[in-house]
């Protein structure tokens, strides 16, 4: 019954910018805990960022200061806009919900406290 739809990747040029979207149905948003992660070719997956129920957001140190997370509680929808994307940023990113209250922690970074995950969208970054 719940879905979450993620969308706008693409290729870009190293120096660029792009915006991904998640969007989840069925569900209260204001009350979910929207997290971003990513998985480059022969890697593991890795925390992006986070954006809270309660509006706190947090960054991996390799994307703090070039990506920003926002949530929109009326659409439904997160975003991760993406600045001064480098190479490295090349990925397979997916959004991440959950429903479980943040009262503060670190643990939006753990992949394994989020029920519902988006479908991917890859993200290449040319140099």
């Known amino acids: 019954q719940v879905q979450l739809v993620e969308s706008g990747g693409g290729l870009v040029q190293a120096g660029g910018s792009l915006r991904l979207s998640c969007t989840a149905s069925r569900v209260t948003f204001s009350r979910a805990t929207m997290g971003w992660f990513r998985q480059a070719l022969g890697k593991e997956r890795e925390f992006v960022g986070a954006f809270t129920w309660t509006g706190s957001d947090t960054y991996s140190d390799s994307v703090k200061g070039r990506f920003t997370i926002s949530k929109d509680n009326a659409k439904n929808t997160a975003y991760l806009q993406m600045n001064s994307l480098k190479p490295e940023d090349t990925a397979v990113y997916y959004c991440?919900?959950?429903?479980?209250?943040?009262?503060?922690?670190?643990?939006?970074?753990?992949?394994?406290?989020?029920?519902?995950w988006g479908q991917g969208t890859q993200v290449t970054v040319s140099s």
């Open positions: 991440a919900l959950t429903m479980r209250p943040w009262y503060g922690g670190s643990w939006t970074g753990d992949a394994g406290m989020y029920e519902l």
